[in-house]
C-alpha cells in the first residue's frame, strides 16, 4: 500500500502530463479536422456562389426584354412601339399586371425578326401571330390585321407598312422645352386649358388612359410599323383604343394632368426610340 502510494505520488506528475499530452492531442485533433474542413466548406461556398451567378439575370435574346424594378407593362410597350395588349397575348399573361421584375417578355410578334441593332424591336410589317385588341368600351379592334377565328382575311385592316414620314403639328403655342436624349423625349408645347388637341397623322390609336406614370392622360398613335406618336398631359381624350383616326382630326384637349403647368409633352418614337420631333414635322409653326 505504501510502496503504491509512493508510487501513485512519484508518478502523479507523469499521469497528469499524460493526460495534458491526450487532452493536447485531441485538441490537434480538432483543430485538424477543422483545417481540413476549411477548403471544403470554402469550396462549397464558393459553388454556391457560382450557382447564383449562374441563375444571374443575363442579356435578353433578341426580341424580349427583362423586366425592371418600377416597370409597367404600358410603358415596356411604348418603349418598344408595341400595343400593350399584345404583348400581354405574346406572353400569355393574364392581365397588364402580371408581371415581375427579371421576367423575361417578348416584345415583337411571334416569328418577326427583331431590327439590327436594336434589340427587342421590329422593322418587319406586323403579320401572322397579332392578336385581336379590344377597345376600353368593349368593342372590338382587328388592329394590326391579324387573322381571326371569325374574320376572313379580306377583312383585315393592317397597319401600313414603313414609310416617310411628315408629322402635322398637334397643336400651335410656345415651345416650353425641346427634345433632349437624356432629359426630354419630346417636345414641350405650351398653351391654354381646353385648347384642342389633333393627331398627327393617320393611324390607330394604341393606347388612350392615364396608365403610365409621368404622362398624365395620354394617347398613343401607331402610324405604321416603325412611327407612332404620343400625346400626354390632356385635359380629356376624345378617341378610344382601336380606333382609326385621321390626320388633323381633334382627339384630346390640352391641359396639365401629372404635369405642374398646362401643355402638351408631344413625342415622336421610331421603332420604338424617341427621336427629335422637330425633324418630323412638316413645317414651322
Not at 130 to 141: I, K, N, Q, Y
Not at 147 to 164: D, L
Not at 171 to 200: C, H, Q
Request: proline residues 7%; positive net charge; contains cysteine.
Amino acid at each position: 500500500m505504501v510502496t503504491l502510494q509512493r508510487l501513485g505520488i512519484s508518478r502523479g506528475p507523469a499521469i497528469f502530463q499524460g493526460i495534458l499530452c491526450a487532452l493536447s492531442l485531441l485538441a490537434f485533433g480538432a483543430c485538424s479536422t477543422r483545417l481540413i474542413n476549411a477548403p471544403i466548406s470554402d469550396r462549397f461556398e464558393a459553388s454556391a456562389l457560382a450557382s447564383q451567378l449562374a441563375l444571374a439575370p443575363s442579356s435578353p435574346p433578341p426580341g424580349y426584354y427583362r423586366v425592371k424594378l418600377g416597370d409597367t407593362l404600358y410603358r415596356i410597350a411604348l418603349e418598344h412601339g408595341q400595343h400593350y395588349q399584345d404583348v400581354v397575348a405574346w406572353n400569355h399573361l393574364q392581365s397588364s399586371s402580371q408581371i415581375a421584375v427579371d421576367q423575361l417578355l417578348r416584345v415583337v410578334p411571334p416569328g418577326a425578326e427583331p431590327a439590327p441593332n436594336t434589340p427587342g424591336v421590329s422593322t418587319a410589317p406586323v403579320a401572322d401571330g397579332a392578336v385581336e385588341v379590344r377597345s376600353l368600351d368593349g368593342g372590338g379592334a382587328n388592329l394590326y390585321g391579324a387573322p381571326v377565328a371569325s374574320i376572313g382575311p379580306s377583312a383585315q385592316t393592317a397597319v401600313p407598312a414603313a414609310r416617310a414620314m411628315a408629322f402635322a403639328w398637334p397643336v400651335r403655342g410656345p415651345i416650353l422645352g425641346t427634345f433632349d436624349e437624356l432629359k426630354n423625349k419630346g417636345l414641350d408645347i405650351g398653351g391654354i386649358v381646353g385648347t384642342p388637341i389633333s393627331a398627327a397623322a393617320e393611324g390607330r390609336v394604341v393606347y388612350a388612359g392615364n396608365g403610365l406614370r409621368g404622362y398624365g392622360n395620354l394617347i398613343i398613335i401607331k402610324h405604321d410599323v416603325t412611327f407612332l406618336t404620343a400625346y400626354a398631359h390632356n385635359r380629356a381624350l376624345f378617341v378610344k383604343e382601336g380606333e382609326a383616326v385621321a390626320k388633323g382630326q381633334k382627339i384630346a384637349e390640352m391641359g396639365n394632368s401629372d404635369a405642374n403647368r398646362v401643355m402638351l409633352h408631344f413625342e415622336v418614337r421610331q421603332q420604338g426610340k424617341p427621336v427629335d420631333p422637330m425633324k418630323y414635322l412638316s413645317t414651322p409653326q
